[in-house]
């Protein structure tokens, strides 16, 4: 009877300390997104259309999603987003960051468990498209206008351009990065579990 409360208390410790190493590596990625999410948004336009940034701190919600799982993903992308706008002091971005992170998030979630987490390069460039769907999406609720997206006049399209094929394009530059991190990082996790 003593060795089945001991038992029971013994694992009970094991996942306390398996929580609050998860909740540390959680916090870590959150503040590395910040970080990551303050920085970019410092640097100028990189295009003629406001508010569109290279999205880098989307790697750490891929990171996260493919070490850690979909719910641990959106707490991250969720806390980097909200402190995010709070820290840059525009809370209109709040909208277009959320509703492009979590249409990004279910996307490449859907995608890695489906693909059960390879192919990272298409996960994140699926994302990247849902991204850039998400935020016009909010654009159109928010101005209450599908014209939004382009200058009908003048049948200018230019808006869906700099947000579609290039956004897509810069995903796979910066996810090609992340792939070969996560690739290294799991080789020597397995050569090490090896020895």
């Known amino acids: 009877m003593e060795t089945k409360k001991k038992d029971k208390r ?15 590596a959680l916090a870590m990625f959150s503040v590395i997104a ?15 259309i ?9 790697i750490v919600t891929l990171l996260v999603l493919v070490l850690y799982g979909p719910k641990e993903a959106v707490f991250v992308l969720i806390v980097r987003i909200l402190l995010g ?19 990004c998030w279910l996307v490449m979630s859907l995608i890695s468990a489906l693909l059960k987490k390879k192919f990272l390069v298409l996960i994140s460039m699926c994302g990247a498209a849902a991204h850039n769907i998400g935020q016009i999406l909010a654009a159109i609720v928010i101005t209450h ?20 094929s290039p956004g897509v394009l810069k995903e796979t530059a910066k996810d090609l990065k992340s792939e070969v991190f996560l690739t290294a990082k799991f080789t020597k996790r397995h050569m090490t579990r090896e020895q």
């Open 145 to 164: 206008s599908i014209f939004t997206c382009f200058d009908a006049q003048r049948n200018d399209h230019r808006f869906l351009y700099w947000t579609g």
């Open 34 to 48: 910040l970080t990551i999410f303050t920085a970019e948004s410092m640097i100028g336009p990189i295009v003629p």
């Open 50 to 58: 406001p508010g569109i940034k290279l999205g880098l701190a989307n």
């Open 85 to 103: 706008s709070m820290f840059g002091g525009q809370m209109i971005s709040f909208f277009y960051s959320l509703s492009g992170g979590i249409l």
């Open 10 to 24: 013994n694992k009970a410790e094991k996942a306390n300390k398996m929580d609050i190493k998860k909740m540390t």
